[in-house]
């Protein structure tokens, strides 16, 4: 579970779903700022690690040898898209992909459900990002029994083995769910109606959504319960302040950069002969 002692070992740690564990969503705040509490140091030190992430990515994308895939899955207004410019904008664009999954279209439906998934995984080298994922397919599919229970309730280990092959495979995985609460949904809401510049990001869509919100939490819940593993963590971010949410998952997926065995190939033999001609 969420583990908020003082004494919760490493940064990630405190927002980290302990493996096997009887995780419950309702004790997490997601208006507590864990971990950095003011807004001006927190956007000072978002500036230090992008610059550090900038560094991991290039030597990420030169080392060629690994990858690292960052789930994002949050509630409508959440802060995914927020996250992705935020966090991962600054970063060279030619190491990084996002990839947003929609409702499946009928080709993806014809297959089983991690066959658009597994085709969007990171090539050694790169970063990828997905806003939404297999996730959807134990939650909203959960939500509105899109697929009989019994299909879903297999899901969860087929996605546990999925994710252990991917990191046998050299893909490192971070999970990020962005925990924002039902209040703070409804003042994002409205701002989609109210602010002309964010109108097009309204959908009546999403009010339907926000009916479920309480059968959405307890698919959170079980999901993030059972698929939290060594391989493939999840973390909640409390994300009511956009400030705390874009430095904790910067400073996470910095710190795995960070502790990820990643080195510049060896230069080819002789450089130091080598004269370049007029
Ligand atoms: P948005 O991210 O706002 O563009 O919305 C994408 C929509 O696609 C959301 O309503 C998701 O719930 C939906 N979606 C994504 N993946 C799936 C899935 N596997 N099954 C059903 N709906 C999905
Ligand atoms: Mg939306």
Known sequence: MFDSSSHAGSFPEQFRVKPGSSFRMDRIDPSATPGIDDKDRAREELAGLTKRLIHRQQLLYADNRQALLVVLQAMDTGGKDGTIRKVFGPLNPQGVRVCSFKSPSSEELAHDFLWR?????????????FNRSHYEDVLVVRVHNLVP????????????????YLSQNGITILKFCLHIGKDEQKRRLESRLERPEKNWKFSSADLAERQHWGEYQLAYQKALGACSTPWAPWHVIPSDHKWHR??????????????????FPDPQPGLDQIIIGD
């Open 117 to 129: 998934i597994h085709a969007n995984v990171p090539r050694k080298g790169m970063i990828r990002i």
């Open 149 to 164: 229970t019994e299909e879903v309730e297999l899901r969860y280990s087929q996605i546990n083995e999925f994710e252990h």
């Open 246 to 263: 874009d430095y904790c998952v910067a400073r996470i997926v910095l710190e795995k950069l960070e502790s990820m065995d990643l080195k």
